[in-house]
Structures are given as C-alpha cells and as structure tokens.
C-alpha cells in the first residue's frame, strides 16, 4: 500500500507583531488543504521591508511561541533567526525540504504577495520546490496565478502588524487584535512605544 505524502504548511514573515489575522490564515490554510501541520517562520532581517521598527528576532519568537502555544497544529521555527544575516525563502525551503523529506511543503503567503513574486531571491527555484499558496486579501484581486500557486479564500481580518504598532504609540488598546498572551507580553516588555 502506497502512503500519501504527507503536508506541511510554512507561513514566514517578520510576525511585528504576530496578531490574530496570522493565526486565522494559518487555522484556515491548514484546514482547507489539510495541512499536518504550519509551521510559523520569524524572519531573521526581512530583505523586502524596512527594519526600523523590527524588534529583535528572539522577541517576535516568543510572541509566537506565546500565541500558538494552545494549538497542537502550530509550530514555530528559528530556523531563519539562527542561520542570522537576510532571510531569504529559498534557503528556507531548502531546509525544510531537508527535514521533511517525504512531505509536500506549502508556502502560505497573502495576495499582496504577486506584487513583488518577481523580486524573490531564486524565485524560479523556489517554486519548483513548493506549492505556493495565495490566500486573498481585502483590495487585492489575483487576476492570474503563476505555475504551481493556488488561492484560496479565507475570512478576512482587516488587521496588520503596522496598525498595531501605530495603536500602541498612541496608546490604543491592542486587546482582541493580538492574542491576549502576546498583549500582556507586549505591556510587560514596554514593546513598541
């Protein structure tokens, strides 16, 4: 009898911080295409976004840590954090294909993401290795998707790790944008004011 490979979902990002519209991404693409298991992947240095407001790797881990730890289907990874310098995706996928050898990786990203597929470092490479997929994103239409891709819909939270640094400035409440673990981590550590 022949074993079905076996899926593991990687959702990477820089998690500044991890919030409840990343967590819902990764319940639903697990779910939808019956992932074993998602694996969250902070960015070391993110090469496509500024890092003037990025907290240090080993904080946004445990933010993840902190928010995933009740779901048995979630793991987080400093893979990225201890290879150090620019992360980059297909050194990741490489990696991971090393370590789960006879499964099929799945490389969960948001629509916003077709704008700038170009710009990957080793994107030809990297598809060919995943599956990417495009989970849609409010005021983004995927018009055509490249070789291997597929979308898919999942409910939309109209939240980003950016206004949610902006509301802690301005001494917004955070609550029910963030999982409460990470909210209270986030007050305890005085993070992002």
Known sequence: MIKKRRRIGILGGTFNPIHLGHLALAKESA??????????????????????????????????????KSNPVFKVSDLEIRRGGLSYSIETVRAFKSIYAHRNLYFIVGSDFLREFSTWKDIA???????????????????????????????????SSTDI????????SIQYLVPEEVRKYILRKKLYC
Do not use: W
């Open 31 to 68: 779910e939808l295409l019956g992932l074993e298991k998602v694996i969250f992947v902070p960015t070391n240095l993110p090469p496509h976004k500024s890092t003037e407001e990025l907290l240090p790797a080993d904080q946004r881990y445990r933010m993840i840590a902190l928010a995933i």
């Open 125 to 159: 490479k990297l598809s060919k290795s995943c599956k990417f997929v495009i989970a849609q994103r409010p005021g983004f239409v995927i018009k055509r998707l490249h070789k291997n891709m597929q979308s898919i819909s999942i409910t939309a939270f109209d939240i």
């Open 165 to 172: 640094r902006k509301r802690i400035r301005l001494k917004k």
